[in-house]
């Protein structure tokens, strides 16, 4: 570690050593974070901002809480928990790479939290199985990985408290929004489509994916919170015992049902309804995916409240976010793209305030959506959006 270019950084309210960003840039300035030897990235600042929010309204009704951060890089997360969350007892912080840990030791000495955080060297897989044989269970467990999660996520239903929740990110959006099909299929088990919810769609992949793999081990899940943000989904699931609620998980997932040339979708939650579409080329199916709620809109005000309580997190990104995480409640699943519909309509694009104040004035609730700026969602029907497409272009 000696020889690392480092530089000391704050973020949140924790001090920090990282690499030395400007010995990592590509030829056009930028800082890569996977050349370091150590793996810190700056824009992903949002997404522990909001874990923190995160865990500190998932924790405040339980007793102390018992973390681990599996794939802990410098170890930014964990300690940040361990500082900046009230009601913790213990963050182990856990990077299977070695100059990482020198890393995560250095920063607990600067932060001063040998008594609540510790790191350990472990593949993440093992290090959970590891703690779970020793009779140490977690109440939350974060899997922020380079890519897909998948191959963390048996070992971390295994290793969380009933009750418990997990916090898990996927990186890998081109699999889950339709680029590389095949490799959607082969680690979530779920066929995706490319067409413009594809972001959502990545989102309600992965849920999927979870449920499935929860159900096996008689476990079912409770969506919290989960979004779409530049490159990458995220997903706080809290964990439920027995095979009644894994079965209740299960019947939320359902398949999306895409006709490509005229841009209508369906959800249907049973593989029968498929006989009853109409035959027509371009429709194609994608699933299974999630259909419940992506946000339980109680959680997600005890997490706004806690961002609006701290001045250092109360910034227009995260509020922005969850403001409109908020107006997308009880809205359907999925969504349109107003520029993808005028080239289906081959018509010049309305602003999208005005579409969607055409939709409410006909008696249907549209919002914009948090993943996509030219996205909307609505209970219009599709021929009430193309009506009103249609006198808006003209
Ligand atoms: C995206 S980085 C984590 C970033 C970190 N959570 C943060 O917020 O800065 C993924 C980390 O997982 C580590 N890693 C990858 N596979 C692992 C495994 N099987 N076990 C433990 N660590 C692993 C890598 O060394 C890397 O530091």
């Given amino acids: 570690m000696e020889k690392i270019p480092i530089q000391v950084i704050q973020e949140g309210l924790v001090k920090l050593i990282v690499p030395d960003f400007s010995k990592y840039l590509r030829e056009n300035g930028v800082y890569e974070p996977t050349w370091a030897p150590v793996f810190y ?227 249907v939650k049973d593989l029968s309804e498929l006989f009853n579409i109409p035959h027509d080329k371009h429709y194609v199916i994608a699933g299974p995916i999630w259909c419940g709620n992506i946000c339980e809109k109680e959680f997600l005000s005890k997490v706004s409240k806690v961002v609006m309580e701290r001045e250092y997190l109360r910034y227009k990104e995260l509020t922005k976010l969850l403001q409109m995480l908020n107006a997308e409640l009880n809205m359907p699943p999925l969504y349109y793209n107003v520029d993808m519909l005028g080239k289906i309509l081959k018509k010049p694009t309305p602003p999208l305030n005005s579409l969607i104040e055409c939709l409410v004035s006909n008696g249907y609730k549209a919002v914009r959506v948090h993943c996509d700026p030219k996205g909307f969602k609505t209970d219009a029907p599709l021929e009430v959006v193309y009506e009103c497409f249609r006198r808006l272009s003209s």
Avoid at 54 to 60: G, I, L
Avoid at 65 to 94: H, P, W
Wanted: aromatic share 10%; proline share 3%.
């Fill in 41 to 267: 990235n700056p824009q992903m600042k949002l997404n522990r901002d909001l874990s923190v929010a995160v865990v500190e309204a998932f924790s405040k009704s339980r007793k102390p809480v018992l973390i681990a951060d599996i794939l802990a890089g410098t170890g930014v997360r964990g300690i940040r928990f361990a500082v900046e969350i009230n009601n913790i007892s213990k963050v182990y912080i856990n990077d299977k790479n070695p100059i990482a840990y020198e890393f995560m030791v250095k920063n607990i000495e600067l932060n001063n939290v040998k008594n609540r955080v510790e790191a350990e060297n472990l593949d993440a897989n093992l290090m959970l199985r590891y703690h779970k044989f020793a009779g140490e269970i977690f109440d939350y467990i974060d899997i922020d990985p380079f890519g897909s999660p998948i191959e963390f996520i048996d070992s971390a239903l295994a290793s969380i408290k009933i009750g418990g929740m997990l916090g898990i990110t996927a990186t890998d959006t081109a699999v889950l929004e339709g680029k590389h099909a095949n490799a959607c299929i082969r680690k979530y088990f779920s066929k995706p489509v490319k067409a413009y919810f594809s972001k959502e769609l990545a989102i309600r992949i992965m849920l999927a994916s979870i449920v499935l793999r929860a159900a096996s081990q008689e476990l079912g899940v409770d969506v919290k919170l989960s979004y779409y943000d530049k490159y990458y989904v995220r997903a706080y699931i809290v964990l439920m015992k027995g095979a009644r609620k894994a079965d209740e998980s299960l019947k939320k997932l359902g398949y999306v049902v895409f006709n490509k040339r005229s841009g209508e979708y369906f959800i």
